[in-house]
């Protein structure tokens, strides 16, 4: 069957530290992967993307790694702060079509003071 | 730049009644919108993918006569949640995507609660 697995537990890590997510995935081809950040009741704001073709990707304090043989995904939030605490949460696309999302269910990360 | 608007942010409706919900992309013109739901930890589920002038694609599970999707124009998509139900209470969401970019634009979420 088709899954998208994110850190189902919660990742607490004191501020400046590096916060690492991981997002597997199997019996998916994406074409490229994407990273969101939730809040709270709130929708998703788009962070990162990062095409099957790619390795890394970064972004200010964010990295991106996508190995496509592995089938998995890093999300890397270099010197943490407390304002980076939110769910984070992968999305699979697809080529063709409407380029619909997949979504894991997301991590929640707490940064610590 | 890439704003996604959704009206309204919460809803109590008693069982059986219908729910409009609108979603405005106000930047940016969206040929193709699309509609989730969030239930409490879980992740977004895609309900319909919706595009203008045409007929919304709903993904296997989801009842297109119960959820009835409208996108009469490149700004705006509606969904309309009828005869809802308890079970129907959820977080719904809505994006937009630019034509020929990756990413999609959230709105804000709709909290409905069907007594």
């Known amino acids: 069957s088709q899954k998208i697995e994110q850190n189902s537990e919660a990742l607490n890590i004191q501020e400046g530290k590096t916060a690492t997510l991981t997002c597997n995935y199997t019996?998916?081809?994406?074409?490229?992967l994407q990273w969101y950040r939730q809040d709270p009741g709130r929708g998703p704001v788009f962070l990162l993307l990062i095409r099957e073709n790619e390795k890394e990707k970064r972004k200010e304090r964010l990295k991106v790694t996508f190995d496509t043989t592995l089938k998995q995904s890093l999300f890397h939030i270099t010197a943490s702060q407390p304002a980076d605490s939110a769910t984070y949460l992968c999305?699979?696309?697809?080529?063709?079509?409407?380029?619909?999302?997949?979504f894991g269910a997301g991590t929640r990360l707490a940064v610590h003071p | 730049g890439a704003v996604v608007s959704q009206h309204p942010s919460w809803v109590i409706c008693k069982s059986g009644t219908s729910v409009k919900i609108e979603c405005r992309s106000l930047d940016f013109q969206a040929t193709t919108m699309f509609w989730y739901r969030q239930f409490p930890k879980q992740s977004l589920m895609l309900m319909a993918t919706s595009n203008e002038g045409s007929k919304a694609t709903y993904e296997q599970g989801v009842e297109k006569d119960k959820f009835l999707i409208n996108h009469a124009s490149l700004t705006l998509s509606t969904l309309t949640v009828t005869s809802a139900h308890p079970e129907d209470s959820s977080f719904y969401i809505c994006?937009?995507?630019?034509?020929?970019?990756?990413?999609?634009?959230f709105g804000p979420g709709t909290r409905l609660t069907v007594l």
């Open positions: 019996n998916y081809s994406p074409a490229y």
């Open positions: 999305a699979l696309a697809f080529s063709g079509g409407y380029n619909k999302l997949i």
């Open positions: 994006s937009a995507q630019i034509p020929g970019w990756g990413e999609q634009f």
